[in-house]
């Protein structure tokens, strides 16, 4: 499926500033896969060291948040667009 | 080391929300121009938002997803860029905690100001590394008249 995935700001520095990325893929978990074997640098910033996406990383499939769906195995379809949106969060202690 | 320009009245309006919602962790969006052809990274406006972390508001802060589309949008209406974000530390110092790192953004400015028993004082900006283990100081420059100054200038 060819879909298109939106880079956040902070990312484009990874991304060779393209603000979206088209790609072939037939999952969530494909296009993002996709995505980091193209920009690899992406790679420390989408996962922790354990592979699982970082807590403040929210993957949406056409505004609908993949958690909410079947999350990396969500299936896409062609024109769909995923877009990668930041959560902010920090705090004074360790 | 980074520059980061910020209007004084902007400056004076984190710290006053910094002692407002003392003893608890105040936060917000920082929009602005990320600067080309060499001229500085510039604060035009800032978006109080509400502190979304009510198990632990004393030493966290949390923004929502939405809350960062609200502010992105706000800021393309603008003709602005979401450039970073602004907290504060209550009885801390202004200097990020391992916990701001390992939820920091690469490139975003991240402003804190500590603020002590109510009372707003050091106040300074960081921007997290590309290998994402350290952050790198950015020198705040306040500026009275800087170029998104009111329009009645």
């Given at each position: 499926?060819?879909?298109?995935?939106?880079?956040?700001?902070p990312?484009?520095?990874?991304t060779?500033?393209k603000?979206?990325?088209?790609?072939?893929?037939?999952?969530?978990?494909?296009?993002?896969?996709a995505?980091?074997?193209q920009?690899?640098?992406?790679?420390?910033?989408?996962?922790?060291?354990?592979?699982?996406?970082?807590?403040?990383?929210?993957?949406?499939?056409?505004?609908?948040?993949?958690?909410?769906?079947?999350?990396?195995?969500?299936?896409v379809?062609?024109?769909?667009?995923?877009?990668?949106?930041?959560?902010?969060?920090?705090?004074?202690?360790? | 080391?980074?520059?980061?320009?910020?209007?004084?009245?902007?400056?004076?309006?984190?710290?006053?929300?910094?002692?407002?919602?003392?003893?608890?962790?105040?936060?917000?969006?920082?929009?602005?121009?990320?600067?080309?052809?060499?001229?500085?990274?510039?604060?035009?406006?800032?978006?109080?938002?509400?502190?979304?972390?009510?198990?632990s508001?004393?030493?966290?802060?949390?923004?929502?997803?939405?809350?960062?589309?609200?502010?992105?949008?706000?800021?393309r209406?603008?003709?602005?860029d979401?450039?970073?974000?602004?907290?504060?530390?209550?009885?801390?110092?202004?200097?990020?905690?391992?916990?701001?790192?390992?939820?920091?953004?690469?490139?975003?400015?991240?402003?804190?100001?500590?603020?002590?028993?109510?009372?707003?004082?050091?106040?300074?900006?960081?921007?997290?590394a590309?290998?994402?283990?350290?952050?790198?100081?950015?020198?705040?420059?306040?500026?009275?008249?800087a170029?998104?100054?009111?329009?009645?200038?």
């Amino acid at each position: 499926m060819a879909i298109k995935v939106m880079i956040p700001t902070p990312l484009r520095a990874y991304t060779e500033k393209k603000d979206s990325v088209e790609l072939q893929a037939g999952t969530v978990g494909e296009a993002l896969a996709a995505l980091t074997s193209q920009f690899s640098e992406l790679r420390k910033h989408l996962y922790a060291e354990d592979g699982r996406l970082r807590s403040f990383v929210n993957v949406y499939l056409n505004d609908e948040d993949i958690r909410y769906l079947q999350k990396d195995k969500t299936q896409v379809s062609d024109g769909d667009t995923i877009s990668i949106v930041p959560s902010i969060a920090g705090g004074a202690r360790g | 080391m980074g520059v980061l320009r910020l209007r004084e009245e902007l400056s004076e309006r984190i710290r006053a929300y910094g002692a407002e919602t003392y003893p608890h962790e105040c936060c917000g969006a920082l929009l602005g121009s990320d600067g080309d052809g060499g001229r500085a990274r510039e604060v035009s406006e800032i978006v109080p938002l509400t502190n979304q972390r009510n198990d632990s508001p004393r030493n966290r802060f949390s923004i929502t997803p939405e809350d960062v589309r609200d502010a992105e949008t706000a800021a393309r209406k603008a003709g602005l860029d979401l450039i970073g974000w602004y907290h504060s530390h209550p009885d801390a110092p202004a200097r990020p905690s391992e916990f701001d790192r390992e939820h920091a953004w690469p490139w975003y400015s991240y402003i804190i100001v500590s603020v002590q028993e109510r009372v707003p004082r050091d106040m300074n900006s960081w921007r997290l590394a590309d290998d994402r283990g350290h952050y790198d100081a950015e020198e705040i420059v306040i500026d009275a008249r800087a170029s998104g100054a009111r329009s009645t200038v």
